[in-house]
């Protein structure tokens, strides 16, 4: 089968970037990608493309150029679907918040909505690709949703799980380490699986695209997200070990990492991680496995979990007793807010936590992201619902500059690792703090030594 025609259900981080390179790399397929939020659509649609919604490096010069061409994006979900021969599901599938796996199983309740959608409009064979992330065997309960309320056409579920990183996911776009394809091993299935792969073939060599059994696929994704997860809150649970020890954290990655058994990436140590999926995927794969009556397996993954909520608080702890035990009325300045650099989100971002333990202390917070609007921000402390909306407003300033950020702080406190705070005049800031003036790189970022040179008092994450 010849694919001319694929709508994606979903336009957010996953769904936007993935359709854009597929329209800039498949001019012969028209890609449309449809939202149930009209806003987020109106701002994909925005005739200046360094105004769509999400900031990736190099996602608005291919939208530039894709849309309007091949490439659309709408609110008439019904009509995508309905002329479309494969349909990427790609919505959100965020932890239940409600119910029974209330705060550890993923909601699925979106991947349902599309699941109805889909067989109430399709009227002739469709490919359906799972894209977000799901539970293993989440394809099982698409096919009986499709299969029993659609109009008797044939459906095949695939799923290709998504492993682009935010801020890098351009490039891990168009260069993918692999392509993963789960399908069904019957001659049907091996046909979608082909129609697939033919698409990625456009751009990724065929010995890149892997193909399995839907279980394995969509468990693969799920494993992959952990086994990173994982690395992280080892290399953190070290940091803490260097902290009591002299020993370096840095120095010891590299050790490690030059063992190419283990290798060098995912080794740096941090505040935390963050981001819309470690965590809600690890605690899915904990509620997989509790639900088999696996508790040892629920327990293991469960643990890199702990110690990442364990780091955050380890470092809102650390500000405090290095502040002599109080930070109330004190002005603390973040240097960042997103999950990462080169990117706007903040999902489950670590500044998050660190804000809300040091409002707690009653602690004045300043920030500069150069990506995150304020907005975003007291949405963020607003969902956490420690306190009421203009408790946060009060409690936080932020600004168009780190260095008006930083005038008269008494900490500043480097949440993100975006690339410009190292070229920042360190000595302009320190000048115009409160002193003596403590420097916490939640990111390991910054040179120590210099900044020890200038006055700074510097705390690192592990050393
Ligand atoms: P997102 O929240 O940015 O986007 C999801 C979009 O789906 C939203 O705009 C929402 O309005 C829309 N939506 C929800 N239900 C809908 C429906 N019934 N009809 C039409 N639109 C609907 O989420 P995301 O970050 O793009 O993640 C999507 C999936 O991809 C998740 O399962 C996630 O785990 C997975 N994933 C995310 C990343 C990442 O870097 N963000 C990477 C790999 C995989
Ligand atoms: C992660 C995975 O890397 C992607 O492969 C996957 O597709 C995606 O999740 C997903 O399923 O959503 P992402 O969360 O966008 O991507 O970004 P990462 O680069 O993995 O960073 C996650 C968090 O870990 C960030 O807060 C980052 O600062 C932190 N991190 C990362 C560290 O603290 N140390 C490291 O060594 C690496």
């Known amino acids: 089968m010849k694919i001319t025609k694929i709508c994606c259900i979903g336009a957010g981080y996953v769904g936007g970037p993935t359709m854009a390179v597929i329209a800039q790399k498949c001019p012969h397929i028209q890609v449309t990608v449809v939202d149930l939020n009209e806003q987020r659509i109106a701002d994909w649609n925005d005739p200046n493309p360094e105004n769509i919604p999400i900031y990736e490096p190099g996602l608005s010069e291919i939208v530039a150029e894709a849309r309007g061409r091949n490439l659309f994006f709408s609110t008439d979900v019904d009509k995508a679907i309905d002329e479309a021969q494969m349909i990427f599901i790609s919505v959100n599938t965020p932890t239940k918040t409600y119910g029974k796996g209330k705060g550890m199983a993923a909601d699925l309740k979106y991947i349902e909505l599309c699941a109805r959608q889909i067989a109430r409009v399709a009227k002739q064979n469709k490919i359906v690709v799972e894209k977000s992330t799901l539970p293993v ?94 690395r992280i809150s080892s290399i953190n649970a070290m940091s803490e070990l260097c902290e009591k020890t002299g020993a370096d954290v840095n120095e010891v990655a590299r050790a490690i990492g030059m063992d190419s058994r283990i290798g060098p990436k995912f080794l740096k140590a941090s505040v935390g991680f963050g981001g819309s999926c470690f965590q809600k995927d690890i605690l899915n794969l904990v509620y997989i496995a509790k639900s088999y009556g696996l508790n040892e397996v629920a327990d293991y993954w469960e643990q890199v979990i702990i110690m990442n909520d364990h780091q955050k608080r380890r470092f809102s702890n650390k500000i405090v007793q290095t502040l002599y035990n109080t930070v109330a009325d004190k002005k603390i300045t973040f240097l960042g807010w997103a999950f990462k650099k080169d990117t706007n989100d903040t999902r489950e971002s670590a500044a998050i936590y660190v804000a809300d333990d040091l409002i707690n202390e009653q602690a004045k917070i300043s920030v500069f992201d150069p990506k995150v609007s304020k907005n975003k921000m007291l949405n963020d402390l607003d969902y956490l619902e420690t306190r009421i909306s203009q408790e946060n407003i009060d409690a936080l300033s932020v600004f168009e500059n780190a260095y008006e950020a930083c005038k008269g702080a008494h900490a500043i406190a480097i949440l993100t690792e975006w690339d410009e705070f190292t070229t920042y005049d360190w000595k302009k800031i320190y000048d115009s703090m409160h002193k003596p003036a403590f420097v916490f790189d939640g990111r390991n970022i910054l040179n120590a030594k210099q900044l020890e040179s200038i006055g700074f008092v510097y705390n690192g994450i592990g050393s």
């Open 137 to 230: 065997r989440t394809a099982e309960a698409i096919k009986s949703i499709l299969d029993n309320t659609g109009n008797g056409v044939q459906f095949q579920i695939l799923s290709n799980p998504e492993f682009l990183a935010e801020g890098t996911a351009v490039t891990d776009l168009l260069n993918p380490d692999r392509i993963l394809i789960g399908g069904d091993t019957t001659e049907e299935g091996e046909e979608a699986i082909n129609a697939l792969v033919d698409v990625y073939s456009n751009w990724v060599s065929r010995d890149r695209i892997l193909t399995t059994n839907v279980w394995s696929s969509e468990l693969s994704k799920l494993t992959a997200n952990a086994f990173l997860a994982q």
